[in-house]
């Protein structure tokens, strides 16, 4: 089962995602964790990368598009995986198009999940990452079990330097002008579904479980 997260920044596509990752036993490929995990370890890449994330603006199409074609190629992949902030831009969707055409093969589901703008910033602003295996928490709604802690590793938890409001404010406009057009390239797909993201996480999830079967 191949399937995508839509959606804008914060509206709970890593938190689905990584529940879907489980429950179906998929990978579960986030290109901002990877971009993250390249920046924690001083690479060319993160470099690069984190002068466009800063702002909060897309790291260009070559670079991203080139990173998630080599991971879908790993062995891990060849049951599925679930996308995770990958395809950002109508150019890296047509490009994962081609790949996955050229193996006979095509996204079985784009998951969308809803959230209008005015519930975003109070997501981001509350969310807090650990940027050692990627889990996120929310300080009132998916708080941690010890605070600061992740429960998964056991390191610090961060706010993200792209979750000031400032930057998400420009990350909404980046969404709205790149991203959303993605709706209806998988409309046009027939693969689409839209889901209600303002509800409780289990709730939302209990939606995608209906879709995916
Ligand atoms: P969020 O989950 O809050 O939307 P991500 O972790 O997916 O944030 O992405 C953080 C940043 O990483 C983005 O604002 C962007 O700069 C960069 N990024 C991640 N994925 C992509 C992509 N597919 N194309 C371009 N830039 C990306
Ligand atoms: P995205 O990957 O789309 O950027 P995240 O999954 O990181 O979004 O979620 C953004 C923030 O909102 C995080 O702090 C997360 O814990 C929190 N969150 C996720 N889903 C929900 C939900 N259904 N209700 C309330 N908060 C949520
Ligand atoms: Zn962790």
Do not use: W
């Amino acid at each position: 089962m191949k399937i995508i997260m839509l959606g804008a920044p914060g509206a709970g596509k890593g938190t689905q995602a990584k529940m879907i990752a489980d429950k179906y036993q998929i990978p579960h490929i986030s290109t901002g964790d990877i971009f993250r995990a390249n920046i924690k370890n001083g690479t060319e890449l993160g470099k690069e990368a984190k002068t466009y994330m800063d702002k909060g603006l897309l790291v260009p199409d070559e670079l991203t598009v080139k990173i998630l074609l080599d991971r879908v190629a790993q062995a891990d992949c060849a049951n599925g995986y679930v996308l995770d902030g990958f395809p950002r831009t109508i150019p890296q969707a047509e490009v994962l198009d081609k790949a996955l055409n050229e193996l006979g093969d095509k996204i079985d589901y784009a998951i969308n999940v809803d959230v209008p703008d005015e519930n975003i910033i109070n997501r981001m602003s509350g969310r807090r990452a650990c940027l050692s295996c990627g889990a996120t928490y929310h300080l009132v709604h998916i708080p941690p079990k010890t605070e600061g802690v992740c429960d998964t590793c056991g390191q610090a938890l961060v706010l993200r330097d792209d979750d000031k409001p400032e930057t998400v404010k420009n990350r909404l406009n980046v969404y709205h002008e790149q991203t959303q057009p993605l709706i209806e390239f998988y409309t046009a797909k027939g693969v689409l579904k839209t889901v209600d993201g303002t509800r409780d996480m289990k709730d939302v999830f209990a939606s995608i479980v209906a879709i995916l079967g």
